[in-house]
């Protein structure tokens, strides 16, 4: 079942009178005839003519209301074993002409053609049949032609037909039509047109789904094109990308992005868009590893090297600045896949490119999608981006002690940072600086200790740092062990039944400590 709720009872029929479409004539043909009894005798008593074939001919005489064969208005029987019923001028000529366009109404007038107002249209049911049978024939004589066509066809002119192809919005177009008097608007209109077309596009799915079964393509995309990687994850692996990096990005120099690449990039683009003064994130397997916001780019770029330089050896850089000559300079001398920016200066440029194979995009616009997509099992999952960044009016202070100006800052930044690592996650901030950070980790408090170590290696003194963590703490042993490393200040979502034990950790170490109310987990 394809969910879908276009506000249909919002909408004033005063506001759009201009474009209303009194419905005098309708056409229906379907498989399922759940409720169908419903409509029809609605039109009946809004004095609609009623076109038909076959089974729906039947099933709506047997209601007392008079139909008109389908048959009767083409002058032709329906054909082949009932693969051809419809498909004919006199119905199509209907459904598409134009009320508008004088040529269209002239030759509807010509060819005695009824202006089809409503179309009632289902699909034969292809996936139920797969699952029953495997008898090919069977199959393939489940493959719609003609409902897919009529379909399509008053879908496309939804300004004046009202397309519906859904056994469950039967009872919803009747109370709609006897409060609008028989008409439809077209917001209306356009809105059941894209339900349409959403169902003729998972019809079509289906139908590949089922010849493309021995290749066992897991997923379908319409997005064109579709790019051949060099390989996947692993080079054992095939790699495609399905969507248009052209409409994001200007490739300047190096060699093509490989799977590996896109998600880094992916996870680049997405981090470094949550920070407005200038900032530049290093990532290493989707995870960030460096991370600085500064008064200009070449700061930004020393200071998130500084927090691991290690670990950005080969990562993927993003910047939120257009890069200059000194930062080029500093970048130039480390080893690394692909730099993101929104420009270049020309020298910079030419510095940059100095390397072969290194991958300098330009990045055009930003990502405006809300939903994210996962293969998961024999399906997909699918979600709402994690957009959620907290201000600082946002967080409820818990403890006796708060935390400074720049405290918050900085718990701010360290939370944002939180949002794009993987969970298990801790980061550690100093100073709009990520010094430690602990990530992927299947303990909150292995990940505690990894962000701490971190630090400690490249010489970072935790005292007056900040702790992030992207879920609740159950229990104070989090608090304890970054109080003892110097952390004073904590942002965390809270919501465990034991937050009083970490809130009263705290008060008796003077260690403030904030709640957000947002879980970030990132698996």
Same mark, same amino acid.
């Given at each position: ?19 209303a #479409?009194l ?14 009894d ?7 008593d809004?004095?609609?003519?009623i ?5 729906t001919?039947?099933?709506? /005489?047997? %209601? ?10 083409t ?9 051809v019923k419809?498909?004919h001028?006199? !119905? ?6 134009? #009320?508008?366009? /004088?040529? &269209? ?6 060819y005695?053609?009824p ?6 249209v289902?699909?034969y ?5 797969v ?5 090919e ?6 493959? &719609?032609?003609? $409902?897919?066509?009529?379909i399509?066809?008053?879908a ?6 009202l ?9 919803e177009?009747s ?6 008097q028989?008409?439809?608007y ?16 998972h019809?079509d $799915?289906?139908?590949?789904?089922y010849? *493309? ?16 990687? #060099?390989?996947?994850?692993n080079?054992?692996q095939? $790699? ?7 409409a ?13 690449? %896109?998600? &880094? ?8 868009? *949550?920070f407005? @003064?200038?900032?530049?994130a ?7 590893c460096?991370?600085? +916001? ?8 020393k *200071?998130?090297?500084?927090g ?11 910047a939120?600045?257009?890069i ?7 970048v130039d ?7 993101i920016a929104p420009?270049?200066?020309?020298? =910079?440029?030419?510095i ?5 194979? #290194?991958?300098?995009?330009i990045?055009?616009e ?12 024999n399906?997909v999952? =699918?979600?709402?981006?994690?957009i !959620? ?9 818990t403890t ?17 940072i939180?949002?794009?690592t993987?969970s298990?996650?801790?980061? %550690? ?6 010094i430690?950070? $602990? +990530?992927?980790?299947?303990?909150r408090?292995?990940?505690l ?13 935790l ?10 703490f159950?229990?104070? &042993?989090?608090?304890e062990?970054a ?8 942002i ?8 009083e ?6 008060n @008796? ?5 904030y709640f957000t109310g947002?879980?970030h987990?990132?698996?």
């Amino acid at each position: 079942m394809i969910t879908f709720a276009p506000p249909y009872f919002t909408l004033l029929k005063q506001q759009f009178m201009q474009d209303a #479409r009194l419905i005098k004539n309708a056409l229906i043909s379907v498989f399922y005839k759940d409720g169908l009894d419903v409509l029809a005798k609605t039109l009946h008593d809004l004095g609609v003519n009623i076109y038909s074939t076959g089974g729906t001919q039947e099933f709506i /005489e047997k %209601l007392g209301i008079p139909v008109i064969r389908v048959e009767d208005l083409t002058g032709y029987p329906s054909i082949l074993g009932g693969r051809v019923k419809t498909l004919h001028p006199k !119905v199509f000529g209907g459904i598409l002409a134009r #009320r508008a366009n /004088e040529t &269209d109404r002239q030759e509807v007038a010509e060819y005695a053609i009824p202006f089809l107002d409503l179309v009632v249209v289902d699909l034969y049911p292809f996936e139920e049949t797969v699952k029953q049978t495997s008898d090919e024939t069977s199959i393939i004589e489940k493959i &719609d032609i003609g $409902g897919v066509s009529l379909i399509r066809a008053a879908a496309k002119n939804f300004n004046d037909t009202l397309i519906v192809c859904d056994k469950s919005d039967f009872s919803e177009v009747s109370v709609l039509l006897n409060q609008q008097q028989g008409s439809t608007y077209l917001e209306q209109r356009k809105a059941y047109a894209g339900k349409a077309f959403h169902t003729t596009s998972h019809y079509d $799915g289906l139908i590949f789904s089922y010849f *493309d079964k021995d290749k066992n393509t897991a997923f379908k995309s319409s997005v064109t094109p579709a790019k051949t990687l #060099r390989y996947g994850e692993n080079p054992h692996q095939n $790699g495609i990308f399905y969507g248009d990096l052209n409409a994001l990005f200007t490739q300047v120099h190096g060699k093509e992005l490989s799977y590996n690449n %896109l998600l &880094d990039v992916d996870a680049a683009v997405h981090i470094i868009a *949550d920070f407005s @003064e200038p900032t530049v994130a290093i990532i290493k397997h989707n995870n960030p590893c460096g991370l600085a +916001c500064r008064n200009n780019i070449s700061e930004a770029y020393k *200071d998130a090297l500084a927090g691991d330089p290690v670990s950005a050896f080969g990562g993927i850089i993003a910047a939120n600045r257009t890069i200059d000559v000194a930062t080029a300079k500093e970048v130039d001398k480390l080893f690394m896949e692909v730099l993101i920016a929104p420009g270049y200066e020309p020298e =910079a440029l030419a510095i940059l490119q100095s390397k072969k194979n #290194r991958i300098l995009l330009i990045q055009k616009e930003q990502l405006t999608s809300t939903q994210q997509f996962r293969s998961l099992l024999n399906g997909v999952v =699918a979600q709402d981006k994690d957009i !959620v960044k907290i201000s600082p009016e946002q967080i409820n202070l818990t403890t006796r002690k708060s935390a400074s100006n720049q405290q918050i800052h900085d718990l701010i930044f360290a939370d944002i940072i939180a949002k794009h690592t993987k969970s298990n996650t801790i980061v %550690l901030a100093k100073n709009q600086q990520l010094i430690g950070i $602990g +990530c992927g980790q299947t303990s909150r408090v292995d990940a505690l200790k990894n962000a701490i170590a971190k630090a400690n290696e490249f010489g970072f003194d935790l005292t007056g740092a900040v702790m992030a963590s992207d879920a609740f703490f159950p229990f104070p &042993d989090c608090v304890e062990i970054a109080g003892n490393a110097g952390v004073n200040a904590v942002i965390q979502p809270g919501g465990s039944v034991k937050d009083e034990l970490s809130i009263q950790y705290c008060n @008796e170490h003077e260690i403030a400590m904030y709640f957000t109310g947002i879980r970030h987990f990132k698996h």
